[in-house]
């Protein structure tokens, strides 16, 4: 009688124990592309040079940025500076591209009028007795909201970013949120994580109050809460 010759499958689980043993619950994990960006300065007079800082993580590979000044010009290098020549409010949208995913972050741009083409000094906050300046504040919401208005399809998926709010003296920044018009704080806190929040909403209409202010060493509030408000409206 012949000799019995192995099945495709016997020579696949073979080579299944030669590679190491795999179990039913075992899988792969992709790490998710992510990006931040910021703006140094974010405001100032025209003309304004401005240096981006663009952080990605989770690249497979090297990532590629295309980016959009808000001035209706662009470029590929995160490390170039931009110069922008005209007073008005501009927002700096990243691009990051990696392996087959994609990440997006953006930075707003201030710009003031210069004096005959010379920086002047631009418009500050009044500080108060101690000379301490408030943050600057930076309010970002996805989906986008439109004259403080966030409609979608329920369930809606909402996320309130303060991330990019800075303080000029380096403070303690501190957030709160009530994210459904309750009047209670859903969020506070001065740690990393209190700055974001994502949100899912049921049907109805919601009003969001989102604010950040900064703290003294001691943890004592310096100046009064900067807020935002949005009208979140999710729809059947």
Known sequence: MPARRPSVATLGLVAALAGGVWGCNDTATTPI?????????????????????LDVSGAQGSPASAISYGDGTSGTDP?????????????????????????????????????????????????????????????????????????????????????????????????????????????RGSTGASCREDVTYAVGTWRAEICVTDLDPEGARRHDFQCQYYTVVANP
């Open 33 to 53: 592309l992510a990006a931040t960006c910021t703006a140094t300065p974010a405001s100032g007079p025209a003309p304004l040079v401005v240096s981006f800082a």
């Open 79 to 187: 490390d170039a500076t931009h110069t922008y020549t005209t007073a008005g409010v501009y927002t700096a949208s990243f691009t990051v591209t990696a392996a087959d995913q994609t990440a997006r972050c953006a930075a707003t741009v201030t710009v003031s009028e210069g004096t005959g083409g010379t920086p002047g000094p631009g418009p500050s906050p009044t500080p108060p007795v101690d000379g301490n300046l408030p943050p600057v504040a930076s309010f970002k919401t996805g989906p986008g909201a439109k004259n403080g208005r966030i409609t979608g399809t329920a369930p809606l998926d909402v996320r309130f970013n303060m991330c990019l709010t800075s303080d000029p003296e380096g403070d303690t920044l501190y957030f709160t949120m009530d994210v459904d018009g309750d009047g209670k704080l859903d969020v």
